[in-house]
């Protein structure tokens, strides 16, 4: 079973435009992390944040996390059509000590040059 | 080498077959993690090694599925008697050391079960 869910499922922009992704999940959490998959490759990761930290960037990227709301958003500035990919949430339960994640089904990006 | 690399990059098995598919992490990562991602879902964990232990299996979806690793580096997946529902993409993660990091994964395995 998959613990997050992303918002929207899919989001089609031009380039330039900003993108903002979110994600919800249910239990309690170590840390959540954001990881990109384009076609045919592995995925990639992009940024984690943790439990006692509400807001993090890096580079275009700009993460927040609300654990009151159990929710996390994930906003890509100035889009290029290289941003185009799947995007995933993915969390580590509170708790547990081997870091094996939970993804959510993630949001599919399309960046129109 | 630089990365987690997978092989092969797709299998065709014919239901019924046994497939091994074969994972090799970053060298000097302590955990070891396999995925198995269905078309259109995210991935859902299969398993965990921290070093040559399997301390997790508790996704693993039936007693078909067999992984290990034996010297603590590389990792076989193996299926048994493949189902048709086992078609899905096999990822391979491995982090530096056992606890909550970023994880690097290999480009995975397309298994297709006809």
């Known amino acids: 079973s998959q613990q997050g869910e992303e918002d929207p499922q899919a989001l089609s922009i031009q380039e330039g435009e900003n993108a903002t992704m979110n994600c919800s999940y249910k239990?309690?959490?170590?840390?959540l992390q954001w990881y990109r998959q384009n076609s045919g490759r592995g995925l990639v990761h992009l940024i984690l944040?943790?439990?006692?930290?509400r807001e993090k960037h890096s580079g275009r990227l700009r993460v927040t996390l609300d654990t009151s709301k159990k929710s996390s958003s994930l906003l890509i500035t100035a889009s290029r059509a290289a941003d185009t990919a799947s995007y995933f949430c993915?969390?580590?339960?509170?708790?547990?000590?081997?870091?094996?994640?939970?993804f959510g089904k993630g949001t599919k990006l399309s960046v129109k040059p | 080498g630089a990365g987690v690399s997978q092989s092969p990059r797709y299998k065709v098995a014919k239901r019924g077959q046994d497939v091994a598919l074969r994972c090799d992490p970053i060298s000097g990562h302590v955990s070891l993690f396999w995925y198995q991602q269905a078309l259109g879902q995210g991935p859902e964990f299969l398993t965990y090694?921290?070093?040559?232990?399997?301390?997790?299996k508790s996704g693993l979806p039936s007693d078909r599925f067999f992984a290990e690793r034996p010297e603590g580096s590389v990792s076989t997946l193996k299926i048994q008697r493949t189902q048709q529902e086992d078609s899905a993409v096999y990822l391979c993660a491995s982090t530096i050391r056992q606890g909550s990091y970023e994880q690097y994964f290999g480009p995975g395995t397309r298994l297709t079960v006809t």
């Open positions: 944040i943790r439990s006692n930290e």
């Open positions: 993915a969390t580590d339960m509170s708790g547990g000590s081997q870091g094996n994640l939970i």
């Open positions: 090694f921290q070093n040559e232990a399997q301390l997790d």
């Open positions: 239990t309690s959490i170590n840390n």
